[in-house]
């Protein structure tokens, strides 16, 4: 059974610093391309961004709206990928998913950004 | 800003189809897969069509995914109460080097 398992949410303060982990079971994490998706209180999906495997370089793509502020990693010994986000803003408070988009999906962890 | 439009709302009475449409661009749906998603309030997505048609295991075949050009579609036929639920379509975007998620339907059960 595949499992993906978010953690790392909470409250901060605008302006600070986050990091999320989701752990990775039941498939080959490091084929796995995973992205980051969030969904603020009541509203729709938005994709935050992705990082491929490192076989085809590991490389990250991001959201307009977080390019610059959060970055996407992975450490493969350890099956997991990385959110951390920077420069938090009130308007970053949403839950915050981990997928493949093409069919797992963690269930989420929720990050309040409020002063 | 979601880039793929969705109607914000569907219904249908039980045994009733109801379709749900997916409009996008030649850089999105045009040139790449899409994938549907139903969510139930307070819980993550699930996948329900991937790569435009296809069906995981599991899932009933009253779901079913269409696309033509740069539109996609969900069809669900022999709507039931549990198929209460927000739909989302999704697919990457050339242009934007991004996933674009639709803007969401409600599906509602009279």
Redesign the interface.
Known sequence: EVQLVESGGGFVRPGGSLTLSCGVSGLTFSNAWM?W?RQAPGK????VG?IKSRSVGGTT????PVKGRFTISRDDSKNTVYLQMNTLKSEDTAVY?C?T???Y????TLVTVSS | QSVLTQPPSASGTPGQRVTISCSGSSSNIGSNYVYWYQQLPGTAPKLLIYRNYQRPSGVPDRFSGSDSGTSASLAISGLRSEDEADYYCVAWDDNLSAYVFGTGTKVTVL
């Open positions: 992205s998706v729709g999906l938005e994709w992705r793509e991001y959201a307009a998913y997928t988009i093409t069919g999906w963690g269930h989420g």
